[in-house]
């Protein structure tokens, strides 16, 4: 077990960035998008697809939601999770997003990251309309401020945390098992125990949230701005900070105080509000030389003021901040160009200082003119370093351009199955849209999931970020991609793990006696689930048990050591078949660790009289001795010991019917199924005298055509089909077709297997489906043993 343990980073802030490549167009001229790096980050122009980018950086927070997710979800890799959450203080607190990689749930952090995510709705809203987003982007914040008023049951009382460092942190499982493995206790804050600062945080995004939903849901903007008002009154009235030590201590609450006010003064143009904000924020007490972030929204409370009271002093502290971040000021600049502040997630502040010196141009009504193009120069720099405009000239946004991260510190992305980082190698599941934490200032990075200092992503990284690339989209424009994404878009390329299996092996075998070991394994990552009503069947032929004399009651079967195994005995399948199955129903099994990822059960195996073979049963195909334990091994898999959830086959082959013909699972496993054979119609009772039968020709070439694909591949066997189109004018009634095959096929259906001989197979048309009329597909599906190959088949011929 690995343990995960932050120091303090969170003190310091965090970031997100996205990453584009597609076609720019900006009115009314087509430009070309570059993606090659320049000597230093570019401004001026559309080198990237910023609404592609805008569009993954918004996705981004779709893999952190956390409670009851919308059925059908856009993410495959994602499902309900931390539904324990409040369950400890008797209320529903579940919903919200985790924090980063980990898994708790932050009030302070989620709710700098809605409001931030807010504010650039509410000053972008026509960019996040046009490139398609705003819809989007505003269901994402209500699933954040929908937790905020779930969390603020009463006026002076602010849940604040659900889940903890130390035992979150001592695991690495995916959000789904967080109930299973962590404790989800609850935190929060009262009159007795204030938090000013987390009160002031939620706050902010709820009154932001009263602005943005005005126009599309103005009863839901209301519902913000009653419990926006409430929770300034308990921040203001009860002021203190809020007691975590670890993660996420706040260095004052003043700033949230004033960052709070001032945007219910923008929302009610109460003076109440703006004059509580200057108070908590006097311009004389600014500091310069950091930017807008979770724990200092000082710079962006100010900003606001600025704005909305022209005060002289309020603009000089504003613009004294910005020129902090300018090539000429004090702050450090990587050989590359990037703004760097912090190792923490230096992107995050360069992408959020960015987005503040972009709203700051905008604005014509304050501040020094000459100094807005140089902000704007400066802002775009920052975005296209983060898009790849630098020395690695590698995106720093998963799943965006060229070079991208593939290692993101992300549980739920990497889909381990042993609680570590290390399996597997590679992250299972595209973290699309996540701006890693970023370079060193020497713009070194690298892509480890093991580096949560440079390679960690968090709700608040992307924040910043997503506003900066709809200022960059509004200038430069860029298409989302269209039909974007599909279910397999996030499945990584390295992936071919098969999520549901059985290992077994032979521990004995001799004198009638067979000892096997069997082990149902649970490696789920799309989505990582707990299962509780596994079992797995082998198939058995009794014939030569039979031929003998005996019965199948002779047959003795014992469940020897096992971890929470049944057996349930002998049951008939078809003929001289019958399977037993080793049931782990009321055993959780799950990708959460070693132990609890598979199980094991020894089962005996005793014939009469010594009389019973092993050779001829289905399940005994290429089993072997010698168990393998490690949980990170797939040796032993066999897909001839089918395994089940609750009676239902999720993986296996089970043995062939002899009749009805098999068709292949809907489920994408690589087992056939059976399906019911239409009934033939009845021949005449008289016999027809038959006629001289031609010898048929071969069809021309041109007429038939053929598509190959191998459709599963489990190791040591495979699923594979054949597409056979017409494309002549012409209906045969009854075919056959001939080809070259370097593997063994041991079961088919679509079709019926006439002869196999050396690599020549011949197959002919079923006899409940004999019409092939023109345009018309057959679809012929099969399971193989590996040949000398996998290579499509050769030389057809149909006839």
Known sequence: MNLHLKVNKRILGISFVIVLIATIILSPVQKKLYSQAASSPRS????????EALQKAILFYKANRLGDLPDNYILPY??????????????????????????IKFTHPMSYAAAQLGWAVYEYREAFEKSGQLDIILDEIKWATDFFIKAHPEPNLLYYMCGYEASDHSVWVAHELLDYVTDRKSFWVDTSTPGSDVAGSASAALAIASLIFEETDPEYAKLCLEHAEQLFDFADKYRGKNPL??????????DDIAWSGVWLYIKTNNDTYLNKAMEALPAVTLGGGHTHCWDDVSYGAALKIAQVTKDPSYVAQVEKNLDFWMPDGSITYTPGGLAWLSQWGSLRYATT????????????????ASKKEGYRTFAEKQVNYALGDNPRKGSYVVGFGENAPKHPHHRTAHGSWTSELTTPAYHRNILYGALVGGPDSSDGWKDDISDYTLNEVATDYNAGFVGALAKMYDMYG???LKNWPQPEDFIAEEDDIIEYFTRCWIVYEGYGRLNLLFQINNRSARPATMK???????????????EAGYTVEDVEIKLAYHEGAKLLGLTHYEGNIYYFTVDFTGTQIMPAEWQMCEKDASVEIAYPAGIGSNDNDWSYQNLTGSPDYKATSFAGLTPYIPVYDDGVKLYGIEPPLSSPSPTPDPTGSPTPTPIVTPTPTPKPSITPTPKPTATPTPVPSGDISYNYKIVNDWGNGFQGEITVKNNSNKTYSGWTLSFNYNS???NLWGAELVSQTGNKVIVKNPSWNTEFAPQDEITIGFVANLGSDKEAPTNYEFK
């Open 532 to 546: 509780d009503k596994l079992s797995c069947r082998y198939f058995m032929d009794l014939t030569e048990v039979f």
């Open 478 to 480: 860029g298409e989302p």
């Open 78 to 103: 994602r499902a309900d999770a931390a539904m324990t959450d409040g369950q400890d203080v008797g209320l529903d607190l579940t919903g919200g997003w985790a924090d980063a990689g980990d898994g």
């Open 353 to 368: 200082a960015a987005f503040l010196a972009f709203v700051w141009s905008d604005d014509d009504s304050v501040g020094t």
């Open 744 to 746: 063994s096929i041991i």
């Open 44 to 51: 001026g122009d559309a080198y990237y697809n910023f609404g």
């Open 245 to 254: 030590n670890t993660l996420y201590p706040s260095g004052s609450y003043l």
